[in-house]
Each structure stands twice: as C-alpha cells, then as structure tokens.
C-alpha cells in the first residue's frame, strides 16, 4: 500500500466521542491493511455540523447529546418506524405525563386497525418546565405489506407517522431460480442503430432485448444509470454523476417513436428527418461520442414535438403521470427551466430553493417551459415502459436491469431540491486503498441520515419506486452505501474524513418492498472489501451480489474456481470500470494505468508480470478442463472465461457486448477525469470497426461465442 500522508489529527475529546457514536459517526475506522486509524476531531466535527448539530466545543456537545434525548420524548410518535412483515413491533407515543393518547392505524388500503397499548412503565422525563410521560403501543404482526400510518391524538395535538411493512426478503421467480438465466450487459448510449440519433437510445434498448431473446436466449439486458443529465450543455458525460436519480435523460428519447410525431404536418416531418439525418451518420463512425452536439439537435426537434397536439387521451395521461409524480415533478422541471434559462451561469441568491416565493413566481411566469421538461420526462417514462413490454413479449424472464448510480451531482436538481436531506458540506467518498494513497472524494452529497429519517425515507422511496417501476431488475452501485459512507468534509483532502453508519435495515427493507412490488429482482454491486456480516444480510434479504471473475482469487491470487463462487450473485467476467476482456487478457490495462501515472511506485514491468501470471493461472484451469485447446486464440480464452462464470453455480450470467464482439477500448478508466474519454467509446470490434446494433447478432466473433457457450450452464 502506497503510503498516505500525515496529516494533523487533533485526538477527539470524550464528550465529541460520545456524540458521534451515538449519531453513527466513526472515531476510528480499520485501513485495508488492517490497521486502526483513529479520525481527526475536525472530521468528526464537520460531519456532525452537517447533520445540523452542534459540536463546536465540549460543553456543546454535551448539550446537543442531551437534546437529542428530549427530542425524541417531544415527538407524539416516531416519523417512520420500519417492520418486516410478521414482525410485531413496539412504539413509543409521548404526552405530557398522566394526559390521556388515542392510537390508530391506518392502512394504505384505508381500512383502520386499532393498536393495543401494553403495560409498560417507563419513568417520565423533566424537559424544561414540563414532565413527559411514554406510553407503549403494539404494531401487530399481521400487517400487510406497504406505507401505513400511525395517528395519536391527545389534549390540543396530534401526531402522525409512518409504519412502513416490509418482506423478509425479495422474491425470486421460480422460472428464474429454476433456469438460472443469462444476459448481456451495455453501457446503452454505446450501442447504436442505424436509426439512432448518434447515441444508444430507449428504442434501442428495446430491440436488444428482443433481439437478445431471439438470436441467443438471453433473459436480460442490464444497462447504464439512465439519470438525468444537464438540461443545455456542457452536459456531463458520466451517468454515475447525474442531476437527479429521481427522473430520466431525455438523451435517450426516440424523437420518431413519439405518436404525435405521425401527426406532424409533412413539412414538419421532412425537417424532422432532415434533422436526423447528421447525427445518424456518426453512428457509422469510431469517433468518440458527443453528448453535446447530439442534444442540441435532439433538443430541437423535441422542441416541435411538444407543440404538436396531442389526442385527448394522450392530454389525460400526460395529466395523470404529472399527478402521479406531483411536487417532485414540478421542482424538478423547473429546475431544469431555471438552468436552461441561466446557461451554466450562477442563479440569482433568492432561487436557492423550491420553496422560495422568489422560484414559484419565476415558475409562474414561464410555466410554458416547466410544463415541456415535465413532457420530456414523461416520454421517457412512456418509452421505458415500452422497452420493457417488448423484453416480456420477446419472451425475456427479467427484461431491463437498471443501474442505480451512488449519488447526484453537488449542482444538480436532485442537490437542489432534496437540500434538506443531503449532507452540506460533505461529499462521499473512499478512505485511501492499494490503489488510491490519498482516498477518494467523488463530489457527490450523501443522504444525511437524521433528516432523511424525520422525512420518513419519502425522498429515498419515491427515488427506488421510479427505477424499479418500468424494469425487471435493479442493480444498486456501490451497494455499501447503504451500510456506510465515507464523509470528506469540504476542504478535507479524501484520507481525512469518517464512516457515518446509516440504518440499513431502514433502507434496504425500502428497497425490498418496493422491488417486491414491482416484481422486480435487486443486485447489489458489493465488490471490494466486504464485511462478511454484510453479504450474509444482503443474502438474507433476498438481495443477489456480484462476482466478478478477476476479483474472484485467493489469498495468494490463484483463481477461485467456479464450482466455488457464491450463488445468489450476477456473475460476469468484466464490468464496465474494467477493460474488455481482450484488452485484460493483453495487459493493455497496465499499459494504459502507466500512461496515465496510474501503477503507483510500482513499476510496469511488475506489474505486467503480475497480469502475465493472473492470466496463466485462468488458462491452466481452462486447460484442465478441456474448455480451450492448446492452440487457443484471443477468442478461445474469451469464451472460455464466459464458460467458467457460466459453470458457475451464479443465479444470473452476464455478457458484456464489448466481449461479445471483441472491442478493446474501456468505457471508464476510474480515478480519471480529463486525462481519459470516459462513457465516450462507441462499440467498435476488436478490428476498431463501429458495430451497430442492427448487424450486431449477425456479427462472427458474436455468434461464434454464442455457439461456444450454449450449452456451458451447469
């Protein structure tokens, strides 16, 4: 490990200690080397001003510990209490001692259940000049699963929350469990027809799965984060680092697949098509893709669409979807509307929220162009949808896998319209590894957890129920997050910051209920360094994790054998934040991290010796087992390394496109920004020749794999 730097670590007093343990706030946290690294007092402090308490001094922290005490006496009943179905659970309801307190519940169906109170006697607590007693509630056993809620009403006040039922785990069709499915995996923008508009887009991804289900059997297509991107340029080119995980990138709209596009005058249409035409003839080339240009015109004709009348029927579904998404519809679009009107240019101090009298005059004043990002979103959503019908109609067990990025852009609508959940003044991050000395800050604003909770996890809900509502799977990136986050405090350089532990159960039971809702399967991206306690929960909740097969060694660095990979896993031999395989194979990797500086103070000869040797060790055993012959090719080991994931006892297999047609270009090369094209690289073949999805099944390295692994599944 790459020695970090020595910074000052002031040692946290005990009264800060005492405050940040009990808001989750690490004092001490274990490096990757095993040692105990203790967390500068600054740290600890910074995160817990973030959290809106105040830390600034022993005395304060001693005062703040205390309140957050009497706060929870203060609040008639908890904003949310998270159960899992067939759990009885008991509650706490706070009064002024001897007064009396009526308890209801209120299911979503809306019939109402009453709560028996239990004789508990828990002594009364003096806050100030008053006495407030407890008295304790029973949540039955029996609920049914979904947001229901808890009402008390005593003397002059009435209090209400949230008793939110949850699966013990997330259902696994049987047809799934029995078949053990593969798929194909893509970052969509990538992958472009002829029609497209110069980017991989949702009518696209419909015929993938179609296509994928047809020419090879595939039951899946898992995809990029198709998040919210800027609404004018500069848009930014990373779908982990979006405006908003809440609603979709009109980038990936189909301009031509909109109904009212066949009611354009035909003037209109021709100019339309015209407009098509420049940015269909990049998809024929390997230049690098420019978000950009392509939105600009996309933009354009999007624009003529949306003045096009729509039937009476369309007008009432647009109403109903705008009624559906309600006030974060409206804060988002005009968010975008403020943007767009602003051109990257600061926004005036009285537009800092969407609350502000200032936002809703503005909103008010150009509810023309509010009304068009609300459209834009529902195209999106309508056309989602429809990529979906077509993976069920071809056939597809699963369909669309949708990626959930980590985190928003610190800038962004999400940033700006869910402010007061967020962690100000922090970003997530990594503390440092064997590859990153210093750690990492990613630039994104965390969850803070305090007020998150008081908002009864609404916001996080609402964002898991929109990805899951039009797919059939859901992976969650860097699904640690949601057991704990790395805080860099503004101004911290990434190795001086802290752990703060966020309620797991809360959140991962969210996700359950409303994947298992909307029939939708979880995956969990849970590479690296894993607690085993925390897969051992993950498997427990029905949630599958992730094998990657140049993750999956030994100690010693031998490959683990695919007899012994973990089953409830999506299992694949890359992802995108490595190269193709074939690069991989190659040791392009370490050519390309010592052009970027990125082998640390390692040299490139050790560390393509170390390559040479993670590759002689799969060959062997690919060898052994008869699944390449000794003459191999590029090729051969390809399909051999989709053989041995494939063999392997994974629940799900995934493909890689890139693989599949033996492109050599990696999609993202982590720890770069401008130093490489990241989520630019069209597919091209291992000859550097553009693949379009219209000849991609007729490809010969494609159906040479597809003919090599047919029968490979155990």
């Known amino acids: 490990m790459i ?149 008390a009403e005593t003397r002059g006040s009435r209090g209400r929350g949230y008793v939110v039922v949850t699966p013990d785990r997330v259902s696994v069709p049987a047809e799934v469990r029995a078949h053990r499915p593969w798929g194909l995996t893509v970052q969509l923008y990538s992958l472009r027809s002829a029609r497209s508009w110069g980017i991989g887009d949702l009518a696209d991804l419909a015929d993938l799965c179609a296509l994928g289900k047809a020419r090879g059997d595939a039951d899946f297509v898992l995809i990029n984060p198709l998040h919210a991107t800027e609404p004018v340029p500069p848009i930014t080119n990373s779908p982990y680092l979006p405006t908003s995980k809440r609603f979709m990138s009109p980038l990936y709209i189909r301009v031509e697949d909109i109904p009212e596009v066949a009611y354009l005058p035909s003037q209109q249409r021709a100019l339309l098509a015209w407009e098509a035409e420049r940015p269909q003839r990049t998809n024929a080339s390997d230049d690098l893709l420019d978000r950009n240009a392509i939105w600009r015109l996309k933009s354009a004709a999007l624009e003529e669409v949306f003045l096009a009348p729509r039937s009476a029927g369309r007008e009432a579904r647009f109403e109903a979807f705008c009624l559906r998404e309600g006030a974060a519809l409206e804060n988002f679009a005009t968010w975008c509307a403020i943007a767009e009107a602003h051109k990257g240019l600061p926004w005036p101090a009285e537009f800092d929220s969407p609350a502000s009298p200032a936002v809703a005059a503005w909103r008010d004043e150009h509810a023309d162009r509010v009304l068009y990002h609300a459209w834009l979103q529902w195209i999106c959503d309508e056309q989602l949808a429809d990529a979906q019908a077509s993976a069920s109609r071809a056939g597809m067990s699963i369909g669309v896998m949708i990626d959930l990025a980590v985190g928003v852009h610190p800038e962004g609508a999400d940033a700006w319209s869910y402010q007061r959940v967020l962690a100000q003044g922090m970003s997530m991050g990594a503390p440092p590894d064997f590859y990153n000395a210093l750690g990492q800050d990613w630039s994104i604003p965390p969850w803070q957890p305090r007020a998150l909770e008081a908002a009864a996890y609404l916001p996080f809900r609402d964002m898991v129920r929109a990805a899951v509502r039009n797919a059939g799977a859901l992976r969650i990136d860097h699904v640690l997050g949601m057991f704990r986050q790395w805080w860099v405090p503004q101004g911290h350089i990434p190795v001086d910051g802290v752990y703060v532990y966020v309620d797991h159960e809360a959140l991962i039971g969210i996700i359950a209920l409303e994947a298992e809702r909307a029939g939708a399967l979880v995956i969990g991206e849970d590479l690296g360094t894993v607690e085993p306690w925390v897969r051992e929960y993950l498997h427990e909740r029905g949630l599958l994790g992730t094998s990657i097969t140049w993750f999956e060694r030994h100690d010693d660095g031998t490959p683990r054998l695919p007899e012994d990979y973990r089953p409830d896993t999506l299992a694949a031999v890359t992802t995108h934040d490595l190269p193709p395989t ?71 297999t995934g493909i890689a496109v890139t693989d599949a047609v033996g492109e050599r270009r990696a999609q993202n090369m982590p720890g770069t920004d401008t130093e490489y094209p990241n989520w630019c690289i069209p597919i091209t073949d291992g000859n550097g020749v553009p693949v379009l999805l219209d000849d991609l099944f007729e490809h010969p390295r494609v159906r040479r794999l597809f003919r090599a692994i047919k029968h490979a599944r155990r």
């Open 582 to 652: 074939g690069a991989y194979l190659a040791g392009e990797h370490v050519r390309l991290r010592a052009e970027l500086g990125m082998l640390g103070t390692g040299t490139i000869e050790d560390a393509q010796a170390e390559a040479e040797r993670e590759r002689a060790g799969f060959i062997d055993v690919m060898l052994e087992r008869g699944w390449i012959l000794e003459d191999y090719n590029e090729e051969d080991l390809i399909a051999g390394l989709h053989r041995w994931v494939l063999d392997s006892p994974a629940l799900l």
């Open 3 to 151: 020695d970090a730097p020595e910074i000052e670590r002031e040692a946290p007093s005990e009264a800060l200690v005492a405050l940040a343990r009990a808001c989750g706030v690490s004092v001490e946290y274990f490096a990757i080397d095993g040692t105990q690294v203790e967390c500068s007092a600054a740290a600890i402090r910074a995160a817990l001003t973030a959290m809106g308490l105040d830390a600034s001094s022993d005395l304060a922290c001693e005062r703040t510990l205390e309140t957050l005490e009497d706060q929870e006496w203060l609040r008639l009943v908890p904003s949310v209490t998270v159960v899992r179905a067939g759990q009885a659970r008991e509650i706490p309801v706070h009064v002024l001692d001897g007064d009396p307190v009526t308890v209801m519940l209120r299911l979503e169906s809306g019939e109402h259940r009453d709560v028996a109170q239990l004789d508990r006697w828990v002594p009364p607590r003096e806050i100030g000049p008053s006495t407030m007693g407890r008295a304790t509630f029973e949540i039955p056993g029996d609920l049914p699963l979904g947001w229901h809620v808890i009402e």
